[in-house]
């Protein structure tokens, strides 16, 4: 394709289409009992997304309750460190402590104008089921959160969390007691008891509208970015950095920008302990096409289309797919996608708490890792926004316990 | 006409429904599949669905979770199941049809799954997480293969997708009794149920009922609203607890009843 068109698309964009499609990625592979649901919500929330009072409601909140707009802080000394001038998009001083909440917020106001009761969530760091749990809080509404075992035990303390909120934590044993069981078990929830439940899904995955709705939700953050940065620089940013699990916190910051091709927009996923070892969760880096959790996107896999166990520090990235669009815009060149090992994500943690004192969610230390890797590989004195998706405050027993350090 | 067909021909004529069984192939491995096979179709079942195992069944219980697992580890594949359905097939005519979900059959190509089942002798298939709006070009593969394409519906259907699930399906309709996933309890409101008299309305094809049918009495109860009714974990569970190479034998009483009581 010339550039001139490629231009020209971005210029344009404005996928899904009609059937929840980013190109050939997206779609509702979801069992038949839940296609009226997903209608039912699809229906929802286009009426909600023009609706004058919802947007008043969800800015006020987002203003009152979550605390935004957050900051766009000018890190000075790693930006002496590194070579560049770094800006981090601060969401994890939003409240409950990661960009979680935006979606959260949307998609409760969303269930209550739909008069469901009755919240299900999955969550595999504990941060959306802590997002989610607040905002059921807040609203009075009841709230299951799936997590799996394995996490239950890494993220102790955002279980207590939850539980302080009213919310009823379900442990799931089954698979590799990862985000991917517990999301095959709120799945389940939701087939039995459709009628008078909503599945808040946590990231911009899943099926058609979830994608979309989550990424309208997110990409506050992007808006935001976008006019602390011309009031900071009179200009927009040489690159947009963000960790890729689900990809609700990329899609967030790189939505608003996908227009202006200037902008370099790169997204780290988690390597684990290296792409190599096979013990990883880049499913872009790493899978292929496949279909699982309704969507049709990257996915990790066997040869015989079985999903593969995953690894990652983080507990939030650890998770074999990724989220239709980000798919979509990696095969056609509008995102890089690249990815931060294990160690390397560590060393972005230690970093930001030495150099900035913001101790950073290990999550968003992917892309603190992969920056201070490829620093001199950018061009000298680029403008770099860094979107800090929350605080690391849930990982302290994590990497306590790699020091050998117990709290 | 594929075996399927025929079989709703013939039963039609006879006035009798249908007894369709649901197990997990290689579940514990492909010998004692093939061995159950044998016992169904001698105890009076009229279609077998076997399940073709997948890491993340988010539409199934328990029960059918760990028998996907067993699976899983016996080494069951997409290729190991077409050799035994093969191997099946100088033996048994019965109607077999592979069932699971879409990732397993998307890698391993849908033209190539569906040549496949015809030269080894599968005559239809269903793919939980595909419904028809997905399927248009798998649908077409099928049918160029001579395979039927089934279709779910449930007590959520709303008359908008029993249209275009009726216009897409072939072989037969699974109306699922429940809202829910596999191995859930039965619900007495069934002939209550707006989307089950709906879809009787509107479709010329045999419905099979299925999810939550334990027992013979359930399943002559059940078969009286479509025509034919499905036992899935209710078998399983039997297959799971007489520790699998027994079970050929040992279910062969209970399936005779069963049978005997839909017929
Ligand atoms: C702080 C933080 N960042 C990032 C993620 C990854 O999710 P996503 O890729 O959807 O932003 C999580 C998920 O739990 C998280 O808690």
Redesign the interface.
């Known amino acids: 394709m010339k550039k001139s068109t490629k231009k020209n698309q971005w210029q344009s964009y404005n996928l899904p289409n009609h059937?929840g499609y980013f190109g050939e990625y997206g779609?509702?592979?979801?069992?038949?009992?839940?296609?009226?649901?997903l209608?039912e919500l699809e229906a929802a929330y286009k009426k909600i997304r023009s609706d004058s009072h919802f947007k008043k409601e969800f800015k006020r909140l987002l203003k009152d309750y979550v605390g935004r707009p957050s900051p766009l802080y000018e890190a000075a000394r790693l930006s002496q460190k590194l070579g560049h001038r770094i800006f981090l998009k601060r969401e994890d001083l939003n409240h409950t402590g990661a960009h979680k909440v935006n979606n959260t917020l949307g998609q409760i106001l969303l269930a209550l104008k739909m008069g469901k009761k009755r919240i299900i969530a999955e969550t595999g760091a504990g941060q959306h089921g802590v997002a989610t749990a607040t905002m059921c809080a807040r609203f009075g509404l009841s709230c299951e959160v799936y997590m799996g075992a394995e996490d239950v035990q890494r993220q102790a303390p955002n279980v207590f969390r939850m539980k302080l909120l009213g919310a009823k934590v379900i442990a799931v044993h089954?698979?590799t007691a990862t985000l991917?069981?517990a999301m095959?078990e709120a799945?389940?929830d939701w087939?039995?008891?459709?009628?008078n439940t909503y599945y808040c899904i946590g990231t911009v995955a899943g099926p058609h509208p979830y994608p979309m709705m989550v990424r309208d939700f997110q990409k506050i953050i992007g808006e935001e970015t976008k006019q602390q940065i011309l009031k900071s620089m009179n200009r927009l940013p040489d690159y947009v950095m963000a960790c890729v699990g689900g990809g609700s916190n990329a899609m967030g910051m790189f939505y608003p920008f996908i227009k202006d091709t200037q902008v370099k927009l790169m997204g780290v996923e988690a390597a684990g302990y290296g792409i190599r070892s096979g013990k990883h969760a880049a499913a872009i880096v790493g899978g292929r096409?496949?279909?699982?959790?309704?969507q049709k996107s990257y996915?990790l896999?066997d040869?015989?289309?079985?999903?593969i166990p995953t690894h990652s520090i983080s507990a939030g990235l650890d998770y074999p797919g990724v989220g239709p669009e980000l798919s979509y815009l990696a095969d056609q060149g509008r995102v890089q996608i690249v990815s931060a090992t294990d160690k390397e994500a560590l060393e972005g943690f230690e970093m930001l708490s030495h150099l900035e004192g913001i101790i950073p969610a290990l999550e968003s230390s992917h892309s603190l890792g992969y920056l201070k890797k490829y620093a001199k590989k950018l061009k000298k004195n680029s403008v770099i926004v860094l979107n800090l998706s929350g605080r690391g405050d849930k990982d302290l027993n994590t990497v306590a316990k790699l020091q050998k350090i117990s709290l | 006409m594929n075996r399927i067909e025929q079989k709703f021909k013939l039963l039609k004529e006879k006035n009798q429904k249908a007894l369709v069984t649901f197990i997990s192939a290689g579940d514990p491995d492909l010998k004692t599949t093939e061995e159950l096979i044998y016992s169904l179709d001698q105890n009076g079942v009229d279609i077998v669905e076997l399940g073709m195992p997948?890491?993340?069944?988010?539409?199934?219980?328990?029960v059918i979770?760990r028998s996907s697992q067993r699976a899983?580890q016996s080494g069951t594949?997409?290729n190991k199941i077409f050799t035994t359905v093969a191997h099946v097939r100088k033996k048994t005519q019965i109607p077999i049809l592979l069932m699971g979900?879409?990732?397993?059959?998307?890698?391993?190509g849908e033209e190539k799954f569906f040549k496949k089942c015809a030269s080894v002798g599968v005559d239809g298939a269903l793919i939980?997480?595909?419904?028809p709006?997905?399927g248009k070009r798998v649908k077409e593969i099928a049918q160029v293969n001579g395979c039927s394409l089934i279709?779910?519906?449930?007590p959520?259907?709303?008359p908008?997708?029993i249209k275009l699930?009726c216009k897409n399906a072939s072989g037969f309709i699974y109306y699922?009794s429940l809202?829910?996933?596999t191995g859930?309890k039965l619900q007495s409101d069934l002939q209550k149920q707006s989307a089950l008299k709906l879809l009787k309305k509107t479709t010329q094809l045999p419905v099979c009922i299925g999810f939550g049918i334990k027992t013979a009495e359930q399943a002559k109860k059940t078969s009286q609203l479509g025509d034919g009714v499905v036992i899935g974990s209710a078998l399983i569970e039997m297959i799971e607890k007489h520790q699998g190479k027994k079970a050929p034998q040992e279910i062969s009483t209970w399936i005779k009843k069963i049978a005997k009581a839909v017929h």
Request: aromatic letters at 8%.
């Open positions: 059937l779609g509702q592979f979801v069992a038949e009992t839940l296609m009226p649901a209608n089954s698979g991917k069981d095959n799945l389940r087939i039995s008891n459709v009628s096409l496949g279909v699982l959790h309704g996915l896999q040869a015989e289309g079985q999903i | 997948f890491s993340d069944p988010m539409a199934d219980g328990p979770q899983l594949n997409l979900y879409y990732n397993p059959i998307l890698q391993y939980v997480d595909l419904p709006q997905e279709f779910l519906l449930a959520t259907s709303d908008e997708r699930v699922v809202t829910g996933i859930a």
